[in-house]
Structure formats: structure tokens, C-alpha cells
């Protein structure tokens, strides 16, 4: 794996600006700004000099023909053609345009990974109330606890004009994803060889910050509840998770209780948080990996490298398709790529590096931004020595339905095992609901251990 840490330093070239301020704030003397030469979540509306990168017009306004409500939303793109490959016969033609971690996958798997190249489509949309909440946020948003909460925010992006890390990763956090959501965010934990155990996951998410008319006094700090229930295999069924997740975990930790069905009793989880393991995962992902990255940010340093062009998963409508069997998408050491899409975008680049007197299994993780919905795309995670260790990608399409745009499926690469963890695959199942009308009442320690128990 030595080879592999020779592109550190190459995989953040090309950067178009670069800071690292500690505080922004708000800034309501350029609110025009986002009707005017940025979006109303604040990416730049024009695209690329060279026309690789389209202006945003929008993005996706309404489904295309044919879409019913309920279905694993037909791709609107369909006839896009691939423009061309990049594989390990040209990746080092398009090296400033990759990540350390795509790199690396092109080494360790030179004879089967690919990405395939598309026409890129800035299908990125939300409501439109969203974006009114944005601006309003432009005006008055502020970090606070050392920028580990909010103030002065609501429903929508809290900071349209993003300078630090702290800013840009509050903005991935509090991507609009709908008041409340239903989920199958099933899993597979990839041998070398390519075998796997379908974990059936049912996941709600509560989200109070997402509520018409409410500000962050009238949600007492919570962000959402999470709930989730292990349906299969039957060796785990039962199991349940709760947890309450905070706006600022300095003034309120995140809190979380298991159901276990053998004991038929509640406990406490203190454990669901940063690098411990989640649920059912063989250690190949963190609890501080769900949606990419959530939770606590004081392990480590934060720092906003800058804005570059790169190839990313975007518009993985056939990833997400019915159509699509999970059997077939699953291969030795990664998802097969004939099932992937990758665009050219802008992305912002953040560095998070482990504080001194700190634990964590990464020593140093660099996350990439999409500028369009601040959804992390890409991350490259590197072990104690500082190699790089392992490499995620979230797999994202646009919910043209609510709109807001997120993950289908995630995957997270052990580049030094051969081992992969692939999440969120509901090809078969209910697909995601966004607004169902969810009952607080339901996610309380009793209620717990009333649901688990019918």
C-alpha cells in the first residue's frame, strides 16, 4: 500500500481558491447575489470556461413522464451515452481531476474498476421554500461552540456563502431530506471473493429542524430522531436503534438506546458515535459514516482546501432502479460499474486531521462537496501511519418528488483488506418516503420498548 500515499499531495491540484477562516457569519449585503450570479443554495451559477460544466437552470422542476408517485424514479437522463472511460489504462491522464482514493481503487483493482463518463447534468434542485429559508439564513446564520452548532437558522441550507470547513459541512448536515422519511438503507458487507449476507435495515428519520414554521429554540436542539430495526437475517432481527441527534453537540451530546430482542430490555448506547462500528457492518464503516459523515466534529481540525472540478459519482439513477438486482450490482472488491455514472462537477474540498490527545481510526479524512447540494460525494480516509486506508462514495440522485438531491447508495472501501461495505440498496424494497406524517411520540425510550416487543 506504500505506492498508493504517493498522490497525497497531487489529489488537491487544480484548487480554484483556497481559506481557511474560522468564522464567517452572515452576510446579508449579498443576498442579492443568490438570484443573481449564485443559486439560492450558493454555488455558482454559470458553468466552466472550457463548457464541460453547464450553467444551473434549475435543475430537476418536475419528474419525467411516466413517474408515479411510489416508484424507483425512472432516470431522466436515460439516453445519455457514455462520453468515455476512465480505467487503469488512462486514470493518470485525469489524475488532477480524481481523488487520492479513486486513485488508489484504480491500483488495487487494475483489471475491474472503471468510471464510466458522462454528460453533466446540474440536476440538483429543492423546494422552493427551502430556498427562501436559505436566503433568510444568509442574513443572520452563525456558528457557535467552537463550530459544533447554529444560531439564527431554520429548515433550510444555514450558510449560502460558505468560507470554512465548519460552514460547508453544516450544510451537508442539514441538507433538506424532508420533515419525515421511511427508508430501506440495506446493506452488504463484501467479501474479497464476493460474498454477502443482505442485512434488511428499516430506518425513520424524524426531522424536526425540516418542520414548516419551527426555529431551533422550538426543537430543543434536536436535529431528528433515528430510529432503526434490523429485519433480517434472523440471527439479528429485532434489533432496534434509537438515537437523538443534535444541532449543537456541545450543549447537548447526541443520545442513543438499543433494543435488544433477547433481553427484551432498553439500555443506553453512549458507543453510537464517531469511529465505533456501526450497525451490523463487520467493522467496515463508523457510526460517524452514515450519510457520509455525521455527528460530532471536535476529533479533529477542520480546514476548507478549496473549490476544484472532479469526476464523481452524480445522476445514479440506474444504481437506484428497480430494475437493478442487487445480486448482479455486487462483484469482488467493488459495485459493478456498469451500473454507475460519473460526472464532471465542482466540489468543495475539506480536510479534517485528528487533534493531538484524540482517538479516532483515521488519522486524517478529506471529504468532496457537491457545490449544487453540499452532498458529500467522495472521501478519502487514511489510517495512523497516514496511508491512504480506505474510500467512500455516495452514489446520489435527485428525489424529484420532494426534490432535494442525496444518496441511493453508498459504498466504503477497505483498500488494504479487499473487503467493501455497499448501503443503501432498496432495489426490491419500498422506495424512500420523505414527508410521511411520523408521530414523535414513537421515539421516546418507551416507546422503544413497546415497538419492540409487538
Known sequence: MKRLTKTIITGLTGLTMAMSVAYAGPKPDQIERLSNDLTPMGSVRAGNEAGTIPAWTGGITEPPAGYQPGDHHPDPFADDKVLFTIDSSNYQEYRDQLSVGQIAMFERYPETFKMPVYTTRRSASFPERIYEKTIENGKTGTLVANGEGVENVAEGFPFPFPENAYELMFNHKLKYKGSGGVRYNNQAAVTTSGNYTLVRLREELFAKYYMPGKTIADIDN???????????????????????????????????????????????????????????????????????????????????????????????????????????????????????????HRVHVVDAKLRDGFRHINSRRTFYLDEDSYQILLIDHYDSRGDIWRFSEAHSINYYDVPTFWSTVESHHDLQSGRYIAVGLDNQDQVNTFNSPLDESNYSPSALRKRGRR
Do not use: C
Not at 256 to 262: E, Q, T
Open 222 to 344: 434536536i436535529l431528528l430522531y433515528f430510529y432503526q430495526v434490523v429485519e433480517a437475517p434472523a440471527r439479528l432481527a429485532g434489533e432496534i436503534l434509537l438515537v437523538y441527534e443534535t444541532m449543537n453537540q456541545t450543549e447537548s451530546p447526541r443520545k442513543a438506546w438499543i433494543y435488544n430482542p433477547g433481553q427484551r430490555r432498553v439500555r443506553r448506547a453512549p458507543n453510537v458515535a464517531y469511529d465505533n462500528p456501526g450497525t451490523a457492518s463487520d467493522g467496515l464503516r463508523t457510526s460517524d459514516m452514515i450519510d457520509m459523515f455525521n455527528g460530532a466534529m471536535d476529533r479533529f481540525t477542520w480546514e476548507f482546501v478549496g473549490t476544484k472540478e472532479m469526476y464523481v459519482p452524480y445522476n445514479s439513477y440506474k444504481a437506484h432502479s428497480s430494475d437493478s438486482i442487487i445480486g448482479d450490482m455486487i462483484k469482488p472488491g467493488h459495485l459493478d460499474p456498469d451500473y454507475m455514472r460519473y460526472e464532471l
